[in-house]
């Protein structure tokens, strides 16, 4: 794991890092010492480890819950090469929905194509941020939406040190029998006019969840009009379920 | 309005009152003076003013954010009279249930009997209990469930001092041009597996809700298993909503 760069602004301590071919960043309290929570953000297609929702979800966790906050760029995203398989099925996606087709299908098959790879790349990102000594081997969350629900929830069904997840944004009926393999407390985001994921399928995604604590908040608007009070409860949440002394 | 007792602890003063025919109870912080936001609170079907949901989150609404709090025993509910027309209607739902047929037509008619003097009752008390010093003519939310809800949402509709509400457990779309009518910000609950409200009825009711800002929290649960953390998110929700300075 290499650092590139550090900056700090209002409390939050930023560190660009690469891990092999893997480009991320770290968010911590400015001057964190020793062991505390972390949360993995996955972002969403097309998108960035430092995309608008990531960080500022990510300067919030840290500043107001004193969490430490991973995000990585996704195989084929931001700064990575792209292979000529996602290539494809993105100009797939593109003219499917220039032609005002159903997506899902498509948004499946892509995260399908990326799942392998991001689940393996998160296990790695996480067992190498555990190694330093402001962050440790605490209790660990995920956060992502759309895509970042798509390779999230293969990545919390396999990865036994994610003890809690913010999931939404997406509805993949091929997803289900991975949700029903996702056991620890979610959080679960549906936007209740969502134009890329119709309503049916993310509730249904949802229910396939196999947690026994789950909860879900919809919320009228579009994919991109989360209202920012969903960012307080993610924060609340992940307090709840990754810090011992607070209820 | 008459004041028959009061008596204080853990900080929260309770008063129980009659307002003419309406047995009472408000909630206020220990020796509170001035105004401060007030929530009503509607009770169950077959409950009363201090049924346990009721008496829990008025308690924490009054001690962990000052808000003043009231609650009244429903028309034909509590230490209140029971009416022939009552009588029928719930003699009818324990036959059908024991039958274990749908109870949605004879709990819409339920509500129906008993919203109009519902809605009379309780902007009443409202007017009445504004006026008392320690509570005054602050901003006014209401939280119902189950009938508490379906008595709830007429009132909502029909009273412009309720600024917020938090609505939940019920589905019936004999409702559904009410609740087109209700314009103020909601939070709206559904349990999962809910046996007494079909899931699809009581996502049709928030669809319903005229309000541009509506939020449907749902978790996994038969009627009765709300869990405790909504206690907190109602709280937060009407913090957010009634109270200036807490965004």
Known sequence: MRFN????????TEQLFT???IPGVLWTPEGARGTRPLILMGHGGG?????????AGARRFVAEGGFAVAAIDAP???ERPKDPEFLRIAGEMRAGMAADEDPSALVAAMHSHLAGPAVAEWQAVLTAVQQLDQVGTGPVGYWGMSMGCGLGIPFVAAEP???????GLLGSTALDDTAARVTVPVQFLVQWDD???PREQGLALFDALGSAEKTLHANPGNHRDLPSFETDSSL?????????HLG
């Open 195 to 197: 134009a890329l994921v």
């Open 47 to 55: 998108q960035h480890k430092k995309a608008p929702g990531v960080l």
């Open 236 to 244: 609340r949440f992940f307090t709840r379920h990754l810090t011992r």
């Open 76 to 78: 084929n995203h931001g």
């Open 161 to 167: 040190r994610v003890r809690a997840a913010v999931l």
């Open 5 to 12: 760069s550090q900056t700090s602004s209002d409390g939050v």
């Open 19 to 21: 891990l092999g071919e």
